[in-house]
């Protein structure tokens, strides 16, 4: 990718988002890094300017509060300090089913996985249609082909939303791509206090593979990446086999 340019990243502190500051960092990009723990926000940018001498800005910032949002919203519409690649990444998912978990557990998932994309998508895009250049990787996820409640719903959002911008914009010289993890060695199961024994072993990707299989797509001009060939022949059945089987086999083993 070319050097010296700008990447705000969502969710820069862990996991998959961390691992594309690392490699952002890599290829000479200055990195703005979101997420809520400011300590670690500092952490993981003097840890990232140390090893690959880059401007690093932090912005600490709950993607659930509005003014928190409108913070990242301004400094991705920023006109004097161009983002050049916006990564919208943070997210979580619940462990519980959907009658089961608070509305408002619910309501900030939705926040995180939906709004925070649409409203960062659409300052960036403003911003970058004008100077028509730019590029933006929505991170949703392999669940989001699968019927799998309201966290596969809200990735749905995030893929139809990414593939229509991506022709929408890519005439005004801007490149939007959605990017579908299958399962991740991350802090992401942790978090939602689910053991890495949930999926078999084969299924899981590491965070510096899957990174560097995005990033050579965004290269390539792709719509979608679906690193790994599992996940490729995962999400190639998962678009032939009726919803009514999906939905009976993910109930298998439920209570
Ligand atoms: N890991 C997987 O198996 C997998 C599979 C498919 C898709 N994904 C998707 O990949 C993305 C990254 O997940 P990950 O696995 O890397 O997760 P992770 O290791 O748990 O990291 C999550 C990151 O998001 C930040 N974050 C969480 N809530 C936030 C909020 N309200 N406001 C701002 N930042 C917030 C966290 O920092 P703070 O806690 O400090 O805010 C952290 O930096 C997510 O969109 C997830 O849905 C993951």
Redesign the pocket.
């Known amino acids: 990718m070319t050097t010296s340019r700008t990447a705000l990243v ?10 594309f500051v690392e490699q952002l960092a890599g290829s000479g990009h200055r990195l703005v890094l ?4 400011e300590a ?2 500092q952490s993981v940018a003097a840890e990232v300017r140390q090893r690959h001498d880059v401007e690093v800005e932090v912005l ?6 509005r003014a ?1 949002l409108a913070r990242v919203e301004a400094r991705v519409a920023d006109r004097r300090r161009p983002v050049d690649l916006l990564v ?6 619940l462990k519980e089913r959907f009658l089961v978990n608070d509305i408002e557990a619910e309501q ?1 998932m939705l ?3 939906v709004t ?1 994309v649409l409203r960062l998508s659409h300052a960036a895009l403003g911003a970058m249609v004008e100077r028509r250049h730019g590029a933006i990787v929505n ?5 989001s082909f699968l019927p799998r409640g309201t ?1 596969s719903a809200a ?1 749905a959002w995030v893929n139809s939303f990414s593939e229509w911008a991506h022709n929408e914009y890519s005439p005004d010289g801007v490149q939007v791509m959605v ?13 939602m206090d689910v053991s890495r024994d949930s999926a078999p072993g084969f299924l ?2 590491e ?1 510096p593979d899957l990174v560097r299989e995005a990033l050579a797509d965004l290269g390539r001009g792709r719509r979608m990446s679906i690193p790994s060939k599992r996940y490729k022949a995962i999400v190639g059945a998962a678009r032939v086999v009726p919803i009514g089987v999906l939905q009976r086999a993910q109930s298998l083993g439920r209570k």
């Open positions: 969502t969710g820069a502190t862990a996991g998959i988002g961390r691992e979101v997420a809520r723990d670690r926000l600490a910032a709950d993607l659930t509060d928190g919208n990444n943070a997210g979580f998912g900030q926040d995180v996985l925070a991170v949703s996820s392999v669940a966290y990735k990017l579908c993890p299958g399962f991740v060695k991350t802090e992401f199961h942790q978090r899981w990707l965070a």
